[in-house]
């Protein structure tokens, strides 16, 4: 029986039953959060399944409607794709469970189509191997992104969605043109046969630079973080926790899968040196940035800024010694998913249940909500890296791959990011004990969304103990191995 | 299945579970948290005490649980671990009895002792863990449960303080992980190994050795408030009595304390940090801090600010004990563990007995208490007197091996440090004494509550009592084969040297 259950198509399941979830949510908006919950624990339950079948039989791989490349859809998942795919269960569960108590009556039918289908968009990029797949998906996954983000209705947060709007889509475009160049050069969109045919050409570098362009645009790596802030800031919470957790790893995933196959094992040092220069000024920047907030929904997307900065180190570090940098870039983005959409919930919370996030005027938070204060205080001690936490291990990683190489300014690097995201998460933490001046209503808040907070937030916690496993999972079809070799 | 290897866990568990228990209870649920706490704390007691016989039986105690891939979560219940746990444990209970007390009436009691019972679980933790990493997790996970309790008051004073406390805190935290992973990548292990681990490393790295120490004895030296690292302590003294008397004896100084030993035996090993040269500096800087504290209580009206800097002082004649090479004075740095334990959480649970009792905060207001309270008062005395070293108080036997240990080791100067810090002690403590029995009773008291039929009330009277004899019998019966002093001899024999 068991046997049967893992070999079902699991991985078609997981684009399919969110595609219509999407429709029956629209279709029938007065249940649609029943729906929607149903769904997002089928998309759960698949991964499971998925897990099962690539623990067992290695990775998975499956030509739809029996084409294969290069003239089909290829379907593809190796550990590090399943790693995603769960990411975008586990968070996309809680962010749901909280999304029925936060969206009213009139705001949910709205809310949940677009969701599912960000959930089924982001499904089809981890489960896609070839770039053209990739541009689609991510296309998809921008414009509903940025449909969410102007729920908010209010002006700023319509400005907010314009420029993300406008980033977005010249990410795309930008990435488009590369992969246009690509195909044109190699004749191939199938990563796999580009890594295969791929050489060092001036039409190499140049889609090298327009991808990049393209992707770290909408994975906000400094410079080009200028629109994240206000949009994840002015967007209603569970968006911002889709929006900081899933949606800018995303196209970090591209850009992972890309370096590892096609462009790292060309490169010869400056380009990778350079994504580490920048993801160190974004860690530097980010935090800085963070710790000056008055208000916590800025102080939290600025510190998506400095995180993102960590990806970008391990690129530096990985040209010797491999193996640890990138497993410590894949445990810091899954970690920083569950923390940081767990912070985002809870900011939701604060201004849900007094009406404002100015971080000076918490007014004892940690005795009118201490559940949500401790999943605050938990989700900050992962995003810290302090024991025992996945960001932690995560930190240990790069700690080590830095020492090992003698890369004195990335160690201190690493410190001082450290130190400057335990100052901004201590100055909100506090607040929460003491009393604010300014009186001010309170209306109170459904359990279930304090708890979707916590649980998240200690998923982030648990990841600390489990490193070995999951690490030996994500090892699954070697996608750390340079030159991308699929068994 | 092999019950050895599970009992380090439920040590842990015995203190967690009920945190988390007496978190979800409700605020009016006294009985019900009192309980649970109790329980907590007897299958702790419990649990220590078997292992105390195992281990003198030659057991072994070991949970190990996969943290990283090639590095263990290691709990190992050794004779220097078990000191340490048995400590926290017993005071730990007295503690509670106090602190149940101390808070009678007032708000948030079950966050109060949830994050108590995971302070202590986060101490034990500490005391157990059998490699650094473990030491690390436990050791920042004392660092934040202790938070709450120092801000647990909600006044701006409050933040203000644990902001200092985790400014300091958190430094020395990323301090200590730069040097643990910086130790991993040269040696590939970071068990605790008696007499240390580091003999395969090439002289190569020896400036990467002399590093790393500094590190970690600088992370460490933070909590342990080494100068000039010990500026948060008096600040903290925001904290409710019991938190003060908790931080002090047992959980956060020591834990930094007993981290600095775990460093110099059984990371480098006492000989090995010797030939790097890197012993005599920390005696030094221990015996800077030694007289800098003490003449900085000298200057305190605030009677609980004097204990403070009295506590920066003392805590620093265990760090110069294990850096004067030398097994005698080992033992008197080790025992000192045990001994200004019990004899400063008494000088602490008396302080709060009087703030709470009569309003009294400032050793100027404490004329003729002695005559009011008389057991406080006692039980105050013998603490101070041990503080001093008048024998036979337990901490006489501290100073005394530390006097010897430091003779067999050719450190006379040493033995001017502990005159020089000894006179300075009698000079911020007899005073006190002095105004306590001998001046007139004032009219009134700053602010007097009536705590029933005795001097005030019984739990806050008799943890006390019961701290001040042990500091007193742990002097009297030093040699009797069940004292801490045999058992930090056995240590010594077993793992130091």
């Keep these: ?487 | 299945m092999n019950w050895d290897t599970l009992i380090p866990f439920f040590v842990i568990m015995s203190s967690f579970l009920p945190a988390l228990m007496i978190f979800a209870l409700a605020e009016e649920r006294r009985g019900l948290r009192i309980t649970l706490n109790l329980i907590g704390v007897f299958v702790t007691l419990a649990l220590v005490v078997f292992m105390f016989i195992g281990v003198y039986q030659g057991h072994h105690y070991e949970t190990r649980l996969s943290l990283l891939p090639d590095l263990d979560m290691v709990l190992r219940a050794g004779p220097l671990a078990l000191l340490f746990a048995a400590l926290s444990s017993v005071l730990w209970l007295l503690t509670t009895v106090y602190a149940i007390g101390y808070l009678e009436g007032s708000p948030h009691r079950s966050r109060f002792f949830g994050f108590f019972s995971l302070c202590i679980t986060a101490t034990i933790g500490v005391s157990f863990s059998g490699n650094l990493i473990t030491f690390l997790i436990f050791y920042e996970m004392l660092t934040l449960v202790a938070y709450p309790l120092i801000v647990h008051r909600g006044t701006e004073e409050a933040r203000l303080a644990g902001q200092t406390y985790l400014l300091y805190t958190i430094f020395g935290g990323t301090l200590l992980l730069l040097g643990t992973v910086w130790l991993y990548t040269l040696t590939g292990t970071l068990e605790f190994t008696p007499r240390g681990f580091i003999d395969d490393v090439g002289e190569e790295h020896y400036f990467a050795l002399v590093s790393i120490f500094i590190l970690l004895i600088a992370g460490f030296g933070v909590k342990a408030a080494l100068v000039p690292l010990h500026g948060w302590l008096p600040r903290a003294m925001i904290a409710p009595a019991p938190v003060s008397a908790l931080l002090h004896a047992v959980a956060v100084v020591k834990a930094g304390a007993f981290g600095i030993v775990r460093v110099i035996y059984e990371v480098f090993g006492v000989e090995k940090a010797a030939l790097l040269g890197l012993t005599q500096p920390l005696a030094v800087l221990a015996a800077i801090t030694i007289i800098y504290g003490s003449v900085m209580a000298l200057f305190q009206d605030d009677l609980k600010r004097r204990l403070a800097y009295s506590t920066v002082s003392q805590v620093s004649y265990i760090i110069l004990g294990v850096a004067i090479v030398g097994p005698i004075a080992t033992i008197g740095g080790v025992v000192h563990l045990v001994h200004q334990g019990v004899m400063k959480i008494t000088l602490f649970f008396c302080a709060g007995n009087l703030a709470e009792t009569l309003g009294i905060h400032k050793i100027s207001e404490m004329n003729g208490v002695g005559r009011r309270m008389p057991l406080t008062m006692t039980a105050f005395t013998i603490g101070a007197l041990g503080m001093i070293g008048i024998p036979p108080i337990a901490g006489f036997v501290s100073k005394w091996y530390l006097g010897l240990g430091a003779l067999e080791a050719d450190q006379e100067w040493v033995i001017l440090i502990l005159i020089g810090s000894s006179l300075l002690n009698a000079g911020y403590f007899l005073p006190i004494l002095y105004r306590a029995w001998f001046l007139p009773t004032p009219d009134k008291w700053p602010d007097e509550h009536d705590l029933g039929p005795n001097e005030t009330s019984l739990m806050l009277l008799i943890p006390p009592l019961i701290t001040a004899l042990l500091a007193l019998g742990f002097g009297l019966l030093a040699a009797s084969p069940y004292s801490p002093l045999e058992w930090v001899k056995l240590i010594s024999r077993r793992e130091f040297y």
């Design chain 1, 1 to 487: 029986m068991m046997q049967f259950v893992i070999t079902l198509p699991w991985a078609i399941l997981l684009i399919l039953f969110p595609l219509t979830g999407a429709i029956i949510s629209f279709l029938w908006p007065t249940q649609s959060n029943k729906v929607g919950l149903v769904t997002v624990s089928f998309v759960l339950i698949s991964v499971t399944f998925l897990a099962f079948s690539i623990i067992e039989h290695g990775v998975y791989h499956h030509a739809i409607g029996g084409w294969g490349s290069p003239l089909g859809i290829d379907l593809y998942a190796d550990g590090l794709s399943l790693l995603m795919l769960l990411m975008t269960a586990l968070v996309g569960l809680g962010v749901s469970v909280y999304a029925t108590g936060y969206f009213s009556a009139e705001q949910s039918p709205r809310f949940w189509p677009l969701w599912l289908f960000v959930i089924a968009a982001l499904n089809a990029l981890f489960l896609s191997a070839d770039i053209f797949n990739y541009y689609v998906t991510l296309e998809l996954i921008g414009l509903a992104a940025v449909s969410l983000t102007a729920f908010g209705k209010s002006r700023e947060a319509y400005s907010a969605a314009m420029r993300y709007l406008l980033a977005t889509l010249l990410g795309s475009l930008l990435y488009l043109l590369g992969v246009v160049l690509l195909y044109h050069g190699f004749g191939s969109v199938d990563i796999a046969t580009l890594s295969e045919r791929c050489e060092s050409t001036p039409i190499l570098w140049a889609a090298l630079t327009l991808i990049s362009a393209g992707l770290l645009l909408k994975t906000a790596l400094f410079p080009l973080h200028f629109w994240l802030p206000s949009a994840h800031a002015s967007a209603p919470a569970p968006v911002s926790a889709i929006l900081s957790a899933l949606i800018v790893k995303s196209s970090f995933y591209i850009f992972l899968r890309l370096w590892l196959t096609i462009f790292g094992p060309l490169s010869e040092g400056a380009v990778e040196n350079m994504f580490g220069l920048l993801g160190a000024i974004a860690v530097l920047w980010g935090s800085f940035q963070a710790l000056r907030q008055t208000r916590l929904k800025l102080l939290i997307a600025y510190s998506t800024v400095a995180q993102i900065g960590y990806l970008f180190l391990a690129f530096s570090l990985a040209m010797s010694g491999a193996v640890v940098a990138w497993n410590a870039v894949v445990y810091l983005a899954f970690t920083h998913a569950l923390a940081k959409s767990a912070m985002f919930l809870v900011s939701g919370n604060i201004l849900y249940f007094g009406g404002h996030d100015r971080i000076m005027n918490l007014d004892r938070i940690a005795q009118h909500l201490p559940i949500t204060t401790t999943a605050f205080a938990l989700a900050g001690v992962s995003i810290i890296g302090l024991p025992p936490s996945g960001g932690f291990i995560g930190k240990w990683f790069l700690l080590e791959a830095a020492l090992v190489q003698e890369q004195w300014g990335f160690v201190a690097i690493l410190l001082i990011g450290s130190l400057l995201t335990a100052a901004y998460i201590f100055k909100v933490v506090s607040h929460a004990f003491t009393q604010s001046s300014l009186p001010h209503d309170s209306r109170p808040i459904p359990a279930h969304m304090e708890w979707a907070a916590l649980l998240l937030a200690f998923a982030a916690i648990l990841l600390g103990f489990f490193s070995s496993s999951i690490l030996s999972v994500v090892g699954i079809g070697y996608p750390f191995e340079l030159n991308g070799v699929k068994p």
